[in-house]
């Protein structure tokens, strides 16, 4: 998939709020694994 950067900024920044929002909710494991692998095939 080849998308502007533009757009994955948007993408970067939505994971970033929803991983921070559930590790605060104290449920960070699996969240922040998926998030982390999104952020690195990105």
């Known amino acids: 998939?080849?998308?502007e950067v533009?757009?994955?900024l948007i993408i970067?920044?939505?994971i970033?709020?929803?991983v921070?929002?559930?590790v605060a909710?104290?449920?960070p494991r699996d969240v922040v694994?998926?998030?982390r692998?999104?952020?690195k095939a990105g």
């Open 1 to 3: 998939m080849v998308m």
């Open 6 to 8: 533009r757009q994955w």
């Open 12 to 14: 970067d920044a939505t």
């Open 16 to 18: 970033d709020n929803e």
């Open 20 to 22: 921070s929002t559930e």
């Open 25 to 27: 909710d104290g449920d």
């Open 33 to 35: 694994e998926f998030g």
């Open 37 to 39: 692998s999104i952020r």
